[in-house]
């Protein structure tokens, strides 16, 4: 199998309708033309691969959702007259057609965008997903490390950082969790715990990720922070305000948020 990941592309078909009921497509107005250039319902459907019953009744039906007639019989001739499109149903050929390649022109022009409308499309089901957990992140599992009982992994984040996870063996088997695959992370922000960004400290916890406070919310008990990433993205932590202050957090002042690796919750896209 190529390792190449193949482009989505778009396709799609044109038809007419009048009322609720299909006038004709692509089908049917290869049919027209057809008996335009034969003068046969009989050579045109042999043409196209359809039956003559099949054909007639195409035209039966145009005919009468037109309003007008599109085809209509010859008289006389040597072979004792034929069948020819009127001057409408010349016009719906040629109309169509016209129709056609803009229609055309417009599916392919969507299909080279297809890969950022497929990116939009995810990005709109991620912020209709709700939970009660404060910070999302979205990124890749970078790495997978089995243990008897539980996993660990490490997903990718766009902006280089990872966070890591423990979960059990049977959370990563029914998640299907591969390497590779686009995944995401939940933390609540009671599970965070805020620092002033010191180099030469040593935290238990896995996940360390710092930033700068862009937001500072002080409430009676507790004060709600949200720092921004240096690789991009926010996360938010509850502190109490006693923390906040002897911390004297700031917005603009460096910070660093330390979680649990068994504090996160991964999940994949539905």
């Not at 990872?162 to 959370?171: E, G, H, K, L, N």
């Not at 180099?199 to 896995?206: D, F, K, L, N, T």
């Not at 917005?251 to 991964?266: E, N, Q, R, Y």
Request: proline residues 2%; glycine residues 10%.
């Amino acid at each position: 199998m190529s390792s190449k990941k193949s482009r989505i592309e778009l396709r799609g078909a044109l038809w007419m309708a009048v009322g609720d009921k299909n006038l004709g497509g692509p089908g049917r107005i290869a049919l027209l033309a057809r008996i335009a250039e034969c003068g046969s319902i009989t050579q045109a459907a042999k043409k196209i691969k359809m039956s003559y019953k099949a054909a007639w009744d195409a035209i039966d039906t145009m005919n009468t959702l037109a309003g007008e007639p599109l085809v209509e019989r010859a008289a006389g001739g040597k072979g004792g007259g034929g069948t020819r499109l009127t001057q409408r149903g010349e016009q719906l050929v040629n109309n169509f057609r016209l129709i056609e390649r803009e229609h055309r022109r417009f599916v392919d022009e969507l299909s080279l965008q297809s890969a950022q409308i497929a990116d939009d499309l995810l990005l709109i089901k991620r912020m209709s997903m709700r939970t009660s957990a404060r910070n999302q992140f979205y990124g890749k599992v970078a790495d997978i490390a089995s243990g008897t009982v539980n996993d660990e992994i490490q997903l990718e984040m766009p902006g280089g950082y990872r966070i890591v996870a423990i979960i059990t063996r049977d959370s990563t088997a029914k998640l299907g969790l591969q390497i590779g695959m686009e995944a995401f992370a939940l933390i609540k922000a009671s599970s965070i715990i805020v620092a002033t960004r010191d180099e030469a400290a040593r935290y238990s916890a896995r996940n360390r990720l710092v930033g700068t406070v862009s937001r500072l919310t002080t409430g009676a008990i507790n004060d709600e922070v949200a720092i921004e990433l240096q690789g991009g993205g926010t996360i938010v932590a509850i502190v109490t305000r006693e923390s906040s202050a002897l911390l004297q957090l700031s917005v603009g002042a460096p910070a660093a948020a330390l979680f649990k690796a068994s504090s996160v919750i991964l999940g994949i896209p539905a």
